[in-house]
């Protein structure tokens, strides 16, 4: 599904998981990991999707970027 669905369909799968949050110990993720072969739109619908459910930190967009320094 994150490599050769839609948005909109990445976003409904990860939603669909909602039920499950309840369950102690439940975790979102990619099996196998996150490729390359992913499109951005997907990988922003996934981290997006999982935010709605608090499985990922509200600030994802901007955790990991580069600051950069001023000299």
Request: no cysteine; aromatic share 12%.
């Amino acid at each position: 599904m994150l490599t050769f669905g839609a948005p909109d369909e990445v976003r409904d799968m990860v939603r669909s998981l909602r039920p499950y949050r309840r369950y102690p110990g439940f975790a979102i993720a990619s099996g196998g990991g996150l490729h390359g072969s992913i499109p951005l739109a997907n990988l922003e619908a996934y981290f997006d999707a999982r935010r709605a459910l608090d499985a990922t930190p509200a600030e994802w967009r901007s955790l990991g970027r580069y600051q950069g320094r001023e000299s």
